[in-house]
Structures are given as C-alpha cells and as structure tokens.
C-alpha cells in the first residue's frame, strides 16, 4: 500500500507531505484545484513518461517520492532482488525530472532506469483515468481489459512467442525467395566471379608494393647512372670531397698547437669525414644490389595491368580486389545453401504456424469462457447503476479468413443493449457519455476484484452520474477497499461520503502565485465539505444536516 508522497515543484504544486492509510481514501476539492495532479504526479514516480512542462514555474526540476509497503509483495522482492537492491518492509520509488528534459529514478536510493520504477509500480498501483470511459470504445482497449480480467497470461505469452517464431521465419522467408527469383543467373556470375579472382589471386596491399617495386625496376639505369656521379664526387677523383675533408683536416691539425680554439671546428670536420665515408660504403653496397632486371619489370607491369583490368571489370580499386573476393565468396557460399535454408525455413515456417494456431485455438476458449463470467459480472452491476433493463456481452468470434496476428485469431467486440427489448449493439452505437460512464465504471469494479494489487485509484471514473446511483456508485468502490487501499478523486457528496479517510485538495493564490495544497479532513471538517459538495458556495444549516446524515449513516 502506499504509505506516503512527496511533490515538490509539480504543475500548481509547490511541496506536498501527505501520508495515507488503509481503506478507502477520498480527494475532493473545487474544479480546477488539482486533485488529478496528484494522481499524474503519482503516474511518474510509477514510470509514466515524463515532460518538463509539468515544472513548476520557474523552477528547474520537479522531485516526486512515493513510499509503499512491500507486506510480503513476492514480485517487488524478486525484482530488487535481481537489481541488487536492498530492502526491507517497504520500497521508496523517487524520480526527478529537469527542466532539460533529462529525468533521474531511484529504487531505495539506488539510482535506476524508469523503466525499472514501471515494472515495480505494475505491481503495486491500478490507476483508472477519468477518461477511461472514451478509450473503452477501442477494439484494443476493449481486447486488453477482457485479457486482464481472464487470469490466462501464460497462454496469451504462448500465443505471442508463437507468432513471432512464425513471423520470424516468415519474413527470412519472403526474403531468401526474392534473393532466389534469379538463382541461376546469379549463381553462375558469382561462380565464374569467384573463380576469376581466385585465379588471380590478389593479396591484400599488393597492388601498393608491385607499384613501388615497378618505379624503382624502371628507372634503375638513370638510379646507377647518378650514383656512379655521386660516388666520383665523393672520392673517385684528385678534387673528390675525401680528398678536400682530409686536407681541411690536416691544416687546421697543424694550427692546433697555436690556438685551441679549433678543436670544435676540427672535431665537425672529423664527424663529417665519418659519415661521407659511411655514405660511399653504402652507396658501394647499394649500387652493387642494384641490377638492371629487364625480365622482372615486365613481370611487374604484367601483374599491375591483371590487376587494373580484373578491378575496372568488378568496379573496385585495385586495392580492393582481395576484399571483394572475399565478400564474392561468402554471398556465394550463402546462395550455394540457400535452397538447403529455403527448405529448412519452409518447415520452420508451418511448425510455428501449426504451434501458433493451437495455441491461438486455446486462447480462444478461454477467452470465450472469461467473456461470459465477466459479462454476467458486468450486468449485474450494471443493474446496480441504475441500468435495470441492461444487457451486457463480450463477444469473442474467431477470424479464420485474417492472417495470424500478435494477440490470437480473435475479433473482441463489447456489446450492450440498454433498455428492454433493445437489440444488442457495439458499446460506440448505444452508450450516451453518461451511461458509457457507468459501463466503463462496472468494468473497472469487476476487473478489480479480479487482481490482488494492493492499490487501486480511481481518478472521477464517476463522472456523468449522479442521484441516487451515485450512492450506489460509492458503495462499490467501498466495497473494493475491504482488503485494500482505494483512492478516489471525486465530485460527488455521495461517494466522498462514503471514504474511510477524507483529503481536500485546496488550491490558493498568493502574491499572483497559484498554489494547491491538500489538507486531511477532521470529522467537522469533512461535514463541511460534503455540505459544499451538496449545496454549492452557500453552506446552509440543511445542507450540513444533510452532509452529516450521509456521513454518519455509512458508519
């Protein structure tokens, strides 16, 4: 259950404490204070999606913590058990979201992702939106409450990983035949493709070294010729630079015993000697290696032009030959096993189809067998909302013609006749706004019965009804909170009679600032504000009379 929340910074929220109790728990306050806020602020720290236009001006982020009781939730402590989260009693859920967009959640102080706040909170809080009524009218809607209600999980999961095992293998498919429309002819371009290049043969980078290999082949005569020069310069001749670095060196040898200040001058002459007859051993060695190998360079340009003509024929670099047989092997290998994989597919195929359709054929007794257990439910409280002459049904009929779809072969349609005699008709040809209130009410009462969360909010699910079926109204969502916590945001005296505990949700202005804040009812309070909701902004003595009789005749 929900033992405490704080709001901080919400829409017309400044900060708000409040702690709740067992039992039902009515909000009410003038139109436009704020109850729905509260609930909106809850749908967060639950995982709702969040916007930053719910910050409060001109703040830069919104904080919302909710505290509930765990009392033995199996689930929730799976959960934070797999997460690594500590926990005791009860488990604190806090989301902060900023002005950025950006949005912080937290488990027991743990930082988490929302999504982690929503798998918790589907354990925890039923919320029922005062717009319930108008989604009702969706075949979808209407398909997902019934599956709610039936209690047959394990066999609507059965159904769904059927039919995406069977979509799966459906679209690889579709697809492996639309590759295979032009088999032959692209088996043998591939064949003949691979083959080619497989002669040739190329190596990665190849095309690199044969190009440098080929500049040096081709130019070796002129590269001889200019080293031969090189070498006389350096110390074939009577004026070779040797000859001139050993004369420089011996003057300036002889002058050293006059003035030291040569030695760096000679030691320079010394290390350059060094390395010009390093430089003509190696220019020696160089031109020795160096032959002219005629035969070779046209090995080399016949190997480079191969390679041009394979690489413009296949449109890649000549760099790329070696990579694109390799992709050119692997579609080949692929397509050689294609028809092996067609066949294995089609059998996968019909496997997963034939699993689909009995499991599909499963889920639909069961569904037709919860549709007439809860239609029989739904009438009969139908009858207690002022609908005496209503008949209500859920029809389940199987498309046989329709291809498999997610959810079953199943066409999930709400049908209703409100007076007697009245032929039975979809829900969106015969409710008016206020008796699609009570229907969509009647739902929502007997789906919840159904489940063991130990929070239910009803958010003005009673809106569109009113006199005497609004008592009986109330009376129905008291009766879910006898094992339960029942929140409900309402406008109506009857129903906010009837709660265990009374919350006024008060919205007031302050140097142009508008603020709501919720004030928890003493017993005089309460008669005060039920008097409000009966008579308006007048509050007469009959009115206060009247408050106090329904309040204490529900004791």
Sequence with gaps: MLKYLHIKDFAVIE??????????????????????????????????????????QPCESTEI???????????????????????????????????DGRSRAYVNGTPSPAQLLKEIGEYLVDIHGQHAHQSLLKREVQRSLLDDFGGYGAILEKVRSNYQAWSGAK???????????????RLALLQYQVKELQALAPEPSEIVSLEEEHKRLANASRILESCQRVMTLLSDEEAAITNQLNYSLHE????????????????????????????IREGRHYMESLDLEPERLRQVEDRISSLHDVARKHKVRPEELATHLEILA??????????????????????????????????????????????????EKLRQLGMPGGRFSIDVRKNEKDMPARDGMDRIEYLVAINPGQAMQPLSKVASGGELSRIS????????????????????????????????????????????????????????????????????THAETTLTQVITLTPEDRIEEVA??????????????HAREMINSHK
């Design 15 to 56: 900060e708000l404490e409040v702690q709740f109790e067992n039992g039902m728990t009515v909000f009410t306050g003038e139109t436009g204070a704020g109850k729905s806020i509260i609930v909106d602020a809850l749908g967060l720290v639950l995982g709702d999606r969040a916007d930053s236009s719910i910050i409060r």
């Design 330 to 379: 692997g579609e080949l290998e692929k397509l050689e096993g294609s028809q092996q994989r067609l066949t294995e597919l089609e059998a996968i195929c019909a496997n997963a189809l034939q699993d689909y359709l009995q499991a599909a054929d499963e889920l639909h007794d069961r569904r037709c067998e919860a549709a007439e257990n809860i239609s029989r439910a739904i009438e």
């Design 171 to 185: 679209a690889e498919l579709a697809e492996l035949r639309g590759h295979t429309e032009d088999y032959d002819a």
């Design 252 to 279: 300036l040898q002889g002058l050293l015993r006059y003035d030291e200040g040569l030695s760096p001058i000679i030691e320079l002459l010394e290390n350059a000697a060094i390395q010009v007859n390093e430089a």
């Design 65 to 99: 913590t909710a505290i509930f009781a765990l009392d033995k939730n199996n689930a929730i402590e799976a959960i934070l058990d797999d997460q690594g989260i500590n926990h005791d009693d009860e488990v604190i859920l806090r989301r902060v979201i900023n002005r």
């Design 441 to 508: 009410l009647a739902i929502q009462v007997v789906g919840s019965k159904d489940k063991v969360l130990p929070t239910l909010i009803f958010d003005e699910v009673d809106s569109g009804i009113g006199g005497g079926v609004a008592e009986i109204v109330g009376k129905l969502l008291h009766s879910l909170a006898g094992n339960r916590q029942v929140f409900c945001v309402t406008h109506l005296p009857q129903v906010a009679s009837l709660g265990d505990h009374h919350l006024l949700v008060n919205k007031s």
């Design 532 to 545: 409000r909701m009966l008579g308006g902004l007048k509050i007469t003595e009959q009115s206060r009379a």
